[in-house]
């Protein structure tokens, strides 16, 4: 079963916390055991897990990404946007989350945050839940 989250980002860089959309689309698909992959079908955004409670640490990751890859290095690819692929890639475009007794085991500081880097834009998560 398939299940898609439309997202709208608001600024460049961006993560969006889409742990509670994750946690009502599994309520919907009814699945006891398995495994939740979360996947971003796009080449300047992706997802990653991390601490939720304090938003400190997504401005640091951020941060971070940004010192290491910044917007303008005199890249090859002349769409002006070549430091949000390089983030992409760096933080990847999926994740898994083992499902246990109808919920997610996510750790009590844990959430699924989809990564913006190169909005506004519309964009999409899907979701994957397989049984086992
Ligand atoms: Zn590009």
Redesign the pocket.
């Known amino acids: 079963m398939i299940k898609y989250l439309n997202i709208r980002s608001k600024q460049r860089i961006e993560f969006i916390d889409i742990t509670s959309d994750v946690e009502n689309a599994l309520r919907e698909a009814g699945i006891e055991d398995g495994v939740c992959y979360v996947y971003v079908p796009h080449?300047?955004a992706g997802v990653t897990i991390n601490e939720g409670a304090d938003p400190a640490v997504q401005r640091d990751i951020q941060n971070s990404l940004t010192r290491l890859v910044p917007h303008d290095m005199g890249y090859f690819?002349r769409?002006g946007?070549?430091d949000?692929?390089i983030k992409s890639s760096i933080v990847g475009a999926s994740a898994y989350v083992p499902i246990d007794g109808g919920k997610l085991t996510l750790g009590t500081w844990q959430s699924i945050y989809f990564c913006e880097f190169d909005g506004p834009r519309h964009r999409r998560t899907v979701l994957k839940f397989i049984r086992g």
């Open positions: 080449t300047t690819h769409e946007n070549s949000a692929h």
